[in-house]
């Protein structure tokens, strides 16, 4: 009774001119999801960090960046190291590629005849970057009434800010989320980066972009979408805000610890092996003493109930260590689960990617692009009975698609298409000017 | 008038804790009428844990509770009764979605299992969300946000190479974990609407975290393409110049001084007080000049306050923003010419200030109306609805079904 269905945004047509991070991940997460996404890029611009630090990045210098971006195959550039670099890679598949000069009147003639066919245009470069272009909403809609255009911006587009230029690290300060998460013992100068404000953002993308079609569907009209990313990140610590609002406390940092139960990051045997491990009852904490062989902790004052062991967390946090550090992780891991208690070993990259649990549900998609080979990548989190959500397209080389989408889609002729070309609209490769 | 995105539709939320809430969350601020079906007398486990309001314990203080089910409608219905279990049928016809996040065989063990539900109705969409998902060897494994962050997320390369690895923000990932949850049930619902058939999406939150890209993808593809893993910081990468925090008066700026542009845009924004001649290099790179600069900097920000700072810094396009802390962020002029933080309503919490919207539709904006729902607020109103009576309800109380 299960048959397949098909994916369930499949007819809808997504322009994506996101640049980083966010805007083109929420594409690809509707790639994903069935939509059709073109992926529209110059080869005459080369936005910093999208296609990499730069267009062409000497070996010496990716070799000296940490793998996130500087972890190209085998750390070479390679021929056109646009195609290849990891952090653009992981937001690229699931889309069709094609260039165009915006910059020029043939250029934006070509563009608003593929707008006049889409439904979704993404954008997130800082706000009003299109209407500089004369492509902003405001021309765009007359084109497409139904077009759904998103501009997502650190701060959104209006306010006193709008015009402010953060990065996802300037959000996290801003957001509130830096003060709660350096180490305790540390001050927040210490925090290393992280850019969940542009995963959430480019999940906040995708969802106000399918909002957007269910709206259209009821009023047959499409419409503007301003997403704050600063905004999204302070909703995901809405009951913090709460405890600012009702009861006037600013929280501050908990490291690894919760508010209530015993929690902690534990050093195991051998090198950076670590287990995380979260203790609420007395039952839990008798069972963690006994599997310790510290049954004499049970009946010991400090720790008779969970608010003593919370007054006395440093300590415990002692006697759980030198019990972890001498036992291998995950062997300590399959002790602690077979036990029924709440421990989990940390992972890393080699060990997320050989993990059997996820290697069982199929999360690693193996996937060839022409200028990188077959590797393995991370698949969806979207897992249907029905639909197959997969990797129908690899992860997009730069106007990889020209050709399909110039002459099949727009229509144009093949002297249309050669003309183009003398313009420097189309082409496989940044232009020589292009560092 | 305008419609919401999601006006019609009908939720049946079975969820708990924080990632399944906030997805309905989601949905019931676009537009859904989110119905959160309770346990009778206890709820949602949510309700139990603090911090509280006003520190004190109580069923409808719990601050993550009061935030995380805004909008949404609240009954309560004993599910392991057989009136139960057609009650929740009955609630099903007028249902486009059931979103539970229960452990896996939660639903089978009371005969809602996915394939039931859509014989019932097959239209309709279900979202679970688990731990680690409906299958696999680890889908009856117990597991905490950080148990889930650990094995999930990119914990091993955050923090310092010679300290622990490091979590984020207390609940953070998991209300991202709803976020993702929502996407994915969005658009099934939006399929199931086009052509009548729907889906089961089998959230597992683990991979919303491996997906992420926040690190963790974008890491696991570099490890697939050259084979290096990512680390946390080593003592000798620390010493970046010039650093991104600096202290100022009232807390900290996060600036980023990495293009010649910006040290072009520096000095032009300090005027006679930048601490370099035009014949200097920028950025500085002897140790002398850098030395030269680091003193400067922390004296300057050191008498400045981080909003003037970033005022400054902002108006001639140097990325950078202040430390905030959740007393900055509801202070702050932009949130609230923006008008983000919304108040609303509740019973025991009174009028209070919340986290708004996160998409700001021209056309058919979302809505926050009212406070989180007290346990079994809705009874008479959604069973009413159904056709019972108060006697009917009366008597469904003293059988402990609802």
Redo the contacts between chains.
């Keep these: 009774m299960n048959a397949e269905r098909k994916l369930p945004l499949e007819g809808v047509r997504v322009v994506d001119l996101g640049v980083v991070l966010a805007g083109p991940y929420g594409s690809m997460i509707l790639g994903g999801l069935g939509a059709e996404v073109i992926r529209v890029e110059s080869i005459k611009y080369f936005p910093a960090m999208t296609r990499g630090p730069m267009a062409r990045p000497p070996e010496e210098l990716i070799r000296k960046i940490p793998p996130i971006s500087g972890g190209y195959p085998n750390r070479k550039p390679g021929q056109r190291p646009w195609n290849r670099f990891p952090w653009f890679n992981a937001t690229a598949r699931n889309k069709l590629g094609m260039t165009v000069d915006l910059r020029q009147d043939s250029g934006k003639a070509i563009f608003k005849k593929l707008v006049a066919l889409s439904d979704v245009l993404i954008t997130n470069q800082t706000p009003g970057t299109l209407d500089k272009l004369d492509l902003g909403y405001e021309a765009l809609k007359h084109i497409n009434p139904r077009l759904i255009f998103l501009e997502a911006s650190s701060f959104g587009a209006r306010g006193p800010y709008s015009s402010y230029r953060a990065m996802g690290l300037q959000m996290e300060a801003f957001a509130g989320h830096d003060l709660l998460r350096h180490y305790p013992h540390r001050d927040v100068t210490t925090n290393t980066w992280a850019v969940t404000a542009d995963a959430a953002g480019a999940l906040s993308i995708a969802l106000a972009s399918i909002l957007a079609l269910h709206a259209r569907a009821k009023t047959g009209e499409g419409q503007y979408i301003d997403v704050s990313m600063v905004e999204n990140f302070v909703g995901l610590i809405g009951h913090i805000v709460l405890d600012y609002t009702i009861n006037g406390r600013v929280q501050g940092t908990l490291g690894n610890r919760d508010y209530y139960a015993i929690q902690g990051c534990y050093r195991c045997k051998g090198d950076d092996r670590w287990i995380v491990m979260t203790v609420c009852s007395d039952t839990e904490f008798e069972k963690l003493c006994e599997l310790m062989g510290r049954t004499d902790l049970v009946n010991d004052s400090r720790f008779k109930t969970a608010v003593k062991r919370y007054e006395h967390h440093n300590e415990l946090d002692e006697i759980i260590e030198k019990w972890s550090s001498t036992k291998e992780r995950d062997e300590l891991v399959d002790l602690l689960w077979s036990s029924g208690l709440m421990a989990g070993p940390v992972l890393d990259d080699a060990d997320a990617m050989a993990n059997v649990h996820l290697r069982a549900r199929g999360f690693f998609w193996k996937i060839y692009q022409e200028d990188t080979g077959e590797h393995f990548y991370p698949g969806s989190p979207f897992n249907f009975l029905k639909a197959k959500v997969g990797c129908r397209l690899p992860p997009v080389r730069l106007g990889e698609h020209n050709e399909q989408i110039y002459k099949h889609l727009l229509g144009y002729s093949e002297e249309q298409y050669k003309e183009f070309i003398t313009q420097g609209h189309i082409g496989e490769e940044f232009e020589d000017s292009i560092p | 008038m305008s419609?919401?995105?999601?006006?019609?539709m009908t939720v049946l939320d079975l969820t708990e804790y924080v990632a399944g809430p906030y997805c309905t969350k989601?949905l019931a601020a676009?537009g859904a009428e989110v119905i959160k079906i309770e346990r009778p007398k206890v709820g949602d486990p949510m309700r139990h844990?603090?911090?509280f309001?006003?520190?004190s314990p109580n069923i409808e203080g719990s601050?993550?509770f009061?935030?995380?089910n805004v909008n949404k409608k609240s009954i309560t219905l004993n599910l392991n009764t057989k009136t139960g279990k057609s009650i929740f049928y009955e609630l099903l016809k007028g249902a486009h979605l059931v979103v539970d996040s229960h452990k896996p065989g939660f639903l089978e063990a009371r005969g809602l299992s996915?394939?039931e539900l859509?014989?019932a109705k097959p239209s309709i969409v279900l979202t679970t969300i688990t731990n680690?998902?409906y299958?696999?060897?680890?889908r009856d494994?117990?597991?905490?946000e950080?148990?889930?962050?650990?094995?999930?997320h990119?914990?091993?390369?955050?923090?310092?190479?010679y300290?622990?690895?490091?979590?984020?923000?207390?609940?953070?990932n998991l209300?991202?974990a709803g976020?993702?949850a929502?996407?994915?049930t969005?658009?099934?619902?939006?399929?199931?609407?086009?052509?009548g058939?729907g889906?089961?999406?089998?959230?597992?939150i683990?991979?919303?975290f491996?997906?992420?890209?926040?690190?963790?993808?974008?890491?696991?593809?570099?490890?697939?393409?050259?084979g290096?893993?990512?680390?946390?910081?080593r003592m000798e990468d620390e010493n970046q110049f010039p650093?991104?925090?600096t202290?100022c008066a009232d807390g900290?700026?996060?600036i980023?001084l990495g293009t010649r542009e910006s040290w072009r845009r520096l000095a032009k924004a300090l005027g006679d007080e930048f601490p370099f001649s035009s014949e200097e290099t920028l950025p500085p790179t002897s140790e002398e000049a850098q030395k030269r600069f680091l003193g400067f900097w922390a004296n300057w920000c050191s008498q400045r306050t981080k909003r003037s700072i970033v005022a400054l810094l902002?108006a001639s396009?140097?990325?950078?923003?202040?430390?905030?802390?959740?007393?900055?962020?509801?202070a702050d002029?932009?949130?609230k010419?923006?008008g983000?933080?919304v108040r609303l309503d509740h019973r025991y919490?009174g009028s209070?200030?919340?986290?708004?919207?996160?998409?700001?539709?021209?056309?058919?904006p979302g809505k926050l109306v009212r406070g989180a729902p007290c346990l079994g607020e809705h009874n008479s109103e959604v069973y009413g609805e159904l056709g019972f009576s108060d006697a009917d309800l009366n008597r469904l109380v003293s059988l402990g079904i609802i």
């Design positions: 419609v919401t995105p999601l006006e019609g989601l676009f844990i603090g911090p309001a006003y520190d601050l993550a009061l935030d995380l996915y394939d859509s014989y680690f998902g299958t696999g060897p680890y494994i117990r597991a905490s950080i148990v889930l962050y650990a094995m999930g990119e914990m091993y390369g955050t923090g310092k190479a300290d622990t690895p490091l979590s984020m923000a207390p609940r953070l209300y991202f976020l993702t929502a996407v994915g969005c658009a099934a619902l939006y399929g199931a609407l086009e052509d058939v889906d089961w999406l089998d959230i597992s683990m991979e919303c491996m997906a992420s890209i926040d690190r963790r993808a974008d890491s696991l593809v570099a490890y697939a393409y050259c290096e893993k990512m680390q946390r910081e650093p991104p925090y202290r900290y700026v996060h980023s902002q396009g140097i990325p950078c923003a202040p430390v905030n802390s959740v007393a900055d962020l509801v002029e932009h949130l010419e923006r983000y933080f919490v209070q200030l919340y986290t708004g919207l996160p998409i700001q539709f021209e056309k058919t």
